[in-house]
């Protein structure tokens, strides 16, 4: 089996990062930290953070803007918009309508859907699907967190390692030179929720006096289960793929993985006996911005590799659900 879906193609895409630039030394101002620590343990050396009028819609659509740039098209030419997101600017409605209406684009389809760090692949199957079967032409897809938001500042083990920013795609059934989507494989374990998850402020905790102060609104996260459950699902997930299309690791030209941990992605990379260098890492600047994570990459590496026709590309994520995924991409 080769393609599944031969007729879909990433035709642009574009990523957006706030301002404000916050380093590890920053924020060994404000918790018991170092840069020592938080380079050592995870890589990153510094993140973005979203100014406090600036939600998520907004990252979303500066990323939107540069991904229709991209794709040499213009906004009415977009026919669907689905976002990946875990810290929507409101529980409802859907962030994917406040991006619609910012970027003009009314009355597509918008909805969002909440697979945290997975959350672009779950969107990128979603669209592929949706554009298979029809009327849709172009679809814009994008992964955006502030999770800046959501993490709490007084928690030295999570709050050091997310920053915010969005990713954008343009899906399309137009056959232009580039990247071919070739197969994704989805996929989580519900079991395993508990592992990374903010407690309270949903139905089955409601925000309350007593939530508040004990800070359950926050991610909550037990990072050394997370790693593990990362390393093996990434891995997994990874190779089902690659096995379904008869290729294995040594023939992809750049994996682009979740940026969390550059030490999950080295344990990764002896999992597949490959050398680190044939993995995309950003993280260094910007932390795990979550959803936006793997769209920020596929912006970056699209731009910064000489890319030959033949060049296979496998992105691989895992995140809160749990979720995983990984999508096979071919240039064209
Ligand atoms: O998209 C999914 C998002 N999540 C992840 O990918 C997280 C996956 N997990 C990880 O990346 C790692 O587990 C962490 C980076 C979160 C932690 O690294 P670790 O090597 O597993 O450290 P640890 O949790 O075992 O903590 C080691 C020590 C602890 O002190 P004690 O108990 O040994 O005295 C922590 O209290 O480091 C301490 N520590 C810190 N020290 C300085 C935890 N956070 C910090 C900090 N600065 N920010």
Same mark, same amino acid.
């Given at each position: ?37 938080? *380079? ?7 993140? *973005? ?32 918009? /689905?976002?990946?997101? =875990? ?27 909440? !697979? ?10 979603? !669209?592929?699907?949706?554009?298979? *079967? ?14 800046? #938001?959501?993490? $709490? ?14 990713? #954008?795609?343009? /899906?399309? *059934? ?11 494989? /989805? ?6 929720? $508990?592992?990374?998850?903010?407690? !309270? ?29 990362? =390393?093996?699902?990434?891995?997994? =997930? #990874? ?61 970056? !590496? ?17 995140? #809160? ?12």
């Amino acid at each position: 089996m080769e393609t599944r879906r031969p007729s879909l193609f990433i035709q642009g895409t574009g990523s957006y990062v706030p301002e404000r630039l916050v380093t590890n030394e920053d924020l060994a101002q404000i918790v018991d930290t170092s840069d020592e620590w938080i *380079r050592t343990r995870s890589g990153i050396t510094e993140r *973005r953070i979203a100014a406090p009028g600036e939600a998520t819609s907004d990252l979303a659509v500066q990323a939107a803007l540069r991904a229709i740039t991209d794709a040499g098209l213009t906004k009415e030419d977009i026919d669907l918009l /689905i976002v990946a997101t =875990v810290t929507p600017d409101q529980p409802f409605p859907a962030t994917a309508c406040l991006v619609q209406t910012k970027l003009g684009l009314q009355p597509i389809a918008a909805f969002d859907i909440s !697979a945290a760090c997975t959350g672009f692949l779950y969107i990128l199957e979603t !669209a592929a699907a949706l554009l298979e *079967r029809g009327p849709y032409r172009h679809a814009l897809i994008i992964g955006a967190e502030k999770f800046s #938001a959501i993490v $709490d500042w007084q928690d030295r083990t999570t709050c050091v390692l997310f920053g915010d920013g969005a990713g #954008a795609a343009i /899906i399309s *059934r137009e056959n232009k030179s580039g990247f071919e989507i070739i197969d994704t494989l /989805i996929g989580a374990d519900g079991a395993n929720a $508990d592992i990374l998850c903010i407690p !309270a402020g949903g139905t089955a905790c409601p925000s309350s006096p007593q939530t508040l102060e004990a800070h359950l609104q926050y991610v909550k996260m037990n990072g050394r289960e997370v790693f593990k459950q990362a =390393v093996r699902v990434m891995g997994q =997930v #990874a190779q089902t793929l690659l096995a379904r299309h008869g290729l294995t690791p040594a023939d992809i030209k750049v994996i682009i993985p979740h940026q969390a941990n550059v030490r999950i992605i080295e344990a990764l990379a002896k999992g597949f006996d490959l050398p680190l260098d044939r993995f995309f890492i950003n993280l260094h600047h910007y932390g795990n911005t979550s959803a936006a994570s793997i769209p920020l990459a596929l912006d970056e !590496a699209r731009k910064a590799y000489d890319w030959q026709k033949g060049d296979y590309v496998l992105l691989v994520a895992f995140g #809160a659900g749990l979720t995983w995924g990984s999508t096979l991409l071919k240039y064209i």
